[in-house]
């Protein structure tokens, strides 16, 4: 993990309801915070902290995160806990700890509980796109008591395309989690149906038909698409659909399919070879 602090100027035009404090922080640094920094212009305010010495140019994590109002959690779901616990300690009195990792409601309900402690205030969000190419238009879903105040500090910093679906943490994550059983299961049978395909020498026949009972993508290229999808973040979206296996226990339901995409996508990340030539979205 890591956490990187950085001050921002509010354009003119994307400040939404007033006066927005100057300052946030990122805990975690890969494509989502990147993406977003380098899309609002965020200007790192000198203080970041890392796990690697050679990172730093300050000398802890309570430093990076000193005087920030808001915080902005971006790691991978498997740390999206261990995050907010080790953290929540440095928060600033009253600072809004916006959850953007995707985990199972349980997950976001036990990091409302260390951050709330700390005495900060946790808001459940769930990011539904990729953030390229949508960037700070990414479609953001805010649950929990301080939704308002975040959205609030989200327009500000420059996001665009947010909406509270509720006061109760855990409702936004459901939203998503929920979402993610379809979304990255089709891209498991897809995988599973073109290795099958494949082996069999009948793989264009195969999209062939289902070309002729469905509209209005040809399947080629969305096989090509779910794919490369998952050779190229499957570790990733296999840690998240672990997360929705747990939501959809937590509703008394038998994850019998999603754990299988769990498998799946794992098995997929890296295999470049895989990939549909001349077909990736």
Not at 23 to 48: M, N, Y
Not at 268 to 276: I, N, Q, T, V
Request: neutral net charge; charged residues 20%.
């Amino acid at each position: 993990m890591a956490v990187a602090g950085f001050r921002f100027e509010v354009r003119a035009g994307r400040a939404q309801g007033g006066s927005v404090e100057k300052r946030l922080a990122l805990i975690g640094f890969g494509e989502a915070g990147s993406t977003f920094a380098a899309a609002a212009g965020w200007e790192c305010a000198g203080a970041v902290w890392d796990l690697l010495a050679d990172r730093c140019t300050t000398s802890s994590a309570a430093a990076a995160l000193a005087g920030a109002p808001l915080v902005l959690s971006l790691v991978t779901a498997d740390q999206a806990l261990a995050a907010a616990r080790d953290y929540a300690r440095h928060l600033a009195p009253g600072a809004v700890w916006c959850d953007m990792n995707s985990v199972a409601p349980g997950t976001k309900r036990a990091a409302a509980e260390a951050v709330e402690a700390a005495g900060g205030h946790y808001v459940d969000v769930a990011v539904l796109a990729p953030v390229n190419p949508a960037r700070l238009a990414v479609p953001l879903l805010l649950a929990g008591a301080a939704a308002g105040r975040a959205e609030t500090l989200l327009r500000g910093a420059g996001f665009s395309n947010t909406r509270v679906v509720g006061d109760e943490v855990g409702r936004a994550s459901a939203i998503k989690m929920i979402r993610s059983v379809m979304v990255k299961g089709i891209e498991a049978l897809t995988a599973e149906m073109m290795l099958a395909a494949g082996a069999a020498g009948v793989a264009d026949e195969v999209l062939a038909s289902l070309d002729a009972s469905e509209e209005p993508q040809p399947w080629r290229a969305r096989a090509a698409y779910n794919i490369e999808r998952m050779v190229t973040h499957g570790a990733r979206r296999a840690a998240e659909m672990v997360e929705s296996a747990r939501t959809l226990r937590e509703l008394g339901v038998e994850p019998v399919m999603t754990e299988g995409t769990v498998q799946r996508q794992a098995e997929m990340a890296g295999r470049k070879e895989l990939l549909m030539k001349g077909d990736a979205a």
